[in-house]
Every structure is written in structure tokens, then in C-alpha cells.
């Protein structure tokens, strides 16, 4: 019985059908196969954005100078937000008047910036474990986000805050701070936020986090237990350029208000739109809550904002 034999032309033609065929399959397989930046990123922005949505992701463009340009219009003018080149440099956001507010995390390795994703830009590794990604959002604000990725990954992120010269934090009640700076002549105005910490574990259960003030260094804690799911996603949020949102006055202001009546104490002309009008129109709520801030020792606040007015009392950072 003969062997067939296979024709050499035959075996040429196959191995070039092979050869092709591995050729298209490299070609076809994602970028991010062999664990390349490009594919980390589009992994570790998925991660975020499922924590965040994307439905407030500003668009954005990007440049030599930034990995990711934002501007924004607010009712307080119009906002940019700059997600730095690389993971050493400042989130920034600047106000139509070039003031800004920075915020950076320290002791990160030199990482380059890729936005991937919906337009979250990451930085991939960026500490043991840790990635850290920033959305510039459509509100005028932007949100640093840290995610750690197994239990290795510090529990403890430190931001340097920049601010603005004469602009300090005060605590905000609820977890966050709000960026004050007096207005010329007139009463201590909100220019600001770092809005309250959250965090979120791999399947979206809430994970206790907090702040707390370290010089100029705004330090986050994330506390993680046996039930933790990883990766956790953790944010800070900065806004800037806002002024529709809280006056606080000092012991001092609050006092002159309580004894001679909140038109008579302060111009209503050092006040900016709307709060003016509506301090002037609600002077008697206004005397009558500084005089039991007054009487406890306390300081006097308003908050305003769409009409709102709602005058209250503070103490953390009154003086």
C-alpha cells in the first residue's frame, strides 16, 4: 500500500495559513493582554467608574502640559479643572478670577497620567498596591480617586492642600471642609469644598472613611476589616469658585450683629448677590440667631443658595 505523500507546495501554503492566522489573532487580541499602561488603565478606570458613574464626567481634552483639561461653566462663573501629567503634580482647580485650589497626593512614584474609560484619568501603581485616578466633574469640581487594590495597600492617604493666600479650611459639619476667604470689608465667604470622604468596596458596599487636618495636609482614612471586598475605591472631591453657599461671621461681626441688628452692624453692600438682598430681608432672623450664637459663645453662619436662607450657628474654627 502507497503512502500518500503531501505536496510540498501544499505544506508551504498551510504554514503560511498559519502563520497568518497567529499573525490575526496577535493583532486582534486587546492591548492590554501582555499587562501593557494602556491596558492597566482601562482596567483601573472600569474600577472606578464603577464606583462613581460616569454620568457627571466632564469632557475634557488633553495637552503636553495636562493629562486631562476641563472647563466648566458654574452660576459662579466658569471653572478648569487640570488633571496633572503626572501623579507628582497638583489636581487643580482655577476660578474665572485665576484663583485655584490644589490638591495632590504625596509620597506617589512618578507616574504618567492615561485617560481611558469614559475620561477618568489614571495612574497606575502609583504606591504599594494603589492606584490613583482623577474626573474632572461637570459641577466645576474634581474628584481624586484612590483605590486600593488588595489588603497591602495603605489604609492612610495624605493630600497636600494648596490654597489660595488669606483662604483656610473650616469644618463643614458633615465630614468635609469648606474653603473660606474674606470678602473686602465684609463677611467670610464660602470659595470652596473638599466635600465629605466616601469609599466603596468591590461590590459597592459602603466602607467607613473619614478626614482629619495634618498642617496643610488633608490625611484620609479608610477602615478596612475581614469583610472588606477589594479593590476599594476612595474619594476625595474639590470644588472651587463657588460663592453661593455659606457666610460665616466672627465673634466679632456676630457680636455687633446680636447687639445692633444685622442691618445696622453690617453693609448689606459688603454682601455679593443674593445673599445681600436676602440678608437684608431677613435682618430680624438674622440679629435674633446671632444673639443666641452670641450667648453660647459661638459664631454666626448663613447658608444660601437657590433662594434657600438659613441662618445657624458654628463653632469648630469660629474666632
Not at 485616578?133 to 488588595?150: I, N, S, Y
Not at 465630614?175 to 469609599?199: L, N
Not at 444673639?291 to 444660601?304: N, P, T, V
Amino acid at each position: 500500500m502507497r503512502t500518500a505523500r503531501r505536496s510540498p507546495v501544499r505544506s508551504v501554503i498551510s504554514g503560511l495559513s498559519l502563520a497568518t492566522a497567529l499573525a490575526l489573532l496577535g493583532a486582534a487580541a486587546p492591548a492590554y493582554a501582555d499587562g501593557s499602561s494602556t491596558g492597566k488603565a482601562v482596567h483601573a478606570a472600569s474600577v472606578v467608574e464603577k464606583a462613581t458613574g460616569t454620568g457627571d464626567v466632564a469632557p475634557s481634552v488633553s495637552s503636553p502640559e495636562a493629562a486631562a483639561k476641563a472647563t466648566t461653566g458654574t452660576a459662579a462663573g466658569s471653572v478648569t479643572v487640570v488633571a496633572p501629567r503626572a501623579s507628582t503634580g497638583d489636581v487643580k482647580a482655577t476660578a474665572s478670577d485665576g484663583s485655584s485650589l490644589g490638591l495632590k497626593l504625596t509620597g506617589t512614584k512618578d507616574v504618567t497620567g492615561v485617560k481611558a474609560g469614559s475620561g477618568t484619568v489614571v495612574y497606575s501603581e502609583v504606591a504599594k498596591s494603589t492606584d490613583l485616578a482623577v474626573q474632572p466633574t461637570t459641577d466645576g469640581g474634581a474628584r481624586t480617586l484612590v483605590t486600593l487594590k488588595d489588603g497591602s495597600a495603605s489604609t492612610e492617604q495624605r493630600f497636600a492642600v494648596n490654597l489660595p493666600e488669606g483662604a483656610r479650611l473650616i469644618p463643614d459639619g458633615n465630614g468635609g471642609y469648606g474653603v473660606i476667604k474674606s470678602a473686602d470689608g465684609g463677611a467670610t465667604m464660602t470659595v470652596g469644598a473638599i466635600e465629605a470622604p466616601w469609599a466603596k468596596d468591590a461590590h459597592g458596599k459602603p466602607v467607613a472613611t473619614s478626614y482629619k487636618l495634618d498642617g496643610n495636609q488633608l490625611v484620609q482614612h479608610v477602615e478596612i476589616n475581614k469583610g472588606t471586598a477589594f479593590p476599594v475605591v476612595a474619594d476625595p472631591k474639590i470644588t472651587w469658585g463657588n460663592v453661593t453657599g455659606t457666610a460665616y461671621f466672627t465673634k466679632s461681626e456676630t457680636k455687633n450683629i446680636a447687639i445692633y441688628g444685622a442691618t445696622a452692624a453690617l453693609s448689606v453692600g459688603l454682601l455679593p448677590p443674593p445673599l445681600n438682598v436676602l440678608y437684608q430681608v431677613n435682618a430680624a432672623l438674622v440679629t435674633a440667631k446671632a444673639a443666641e450664637a452670641r450667648s453660647d459663645d459661638y459664631c454666626l453662619k448663613i447658608k444660601f443658595a437657590a433662594g434657600i436662607f438659613v441662618p445657624g450657628v458654628y463653632s469648630n474654627g469660629c474666632n
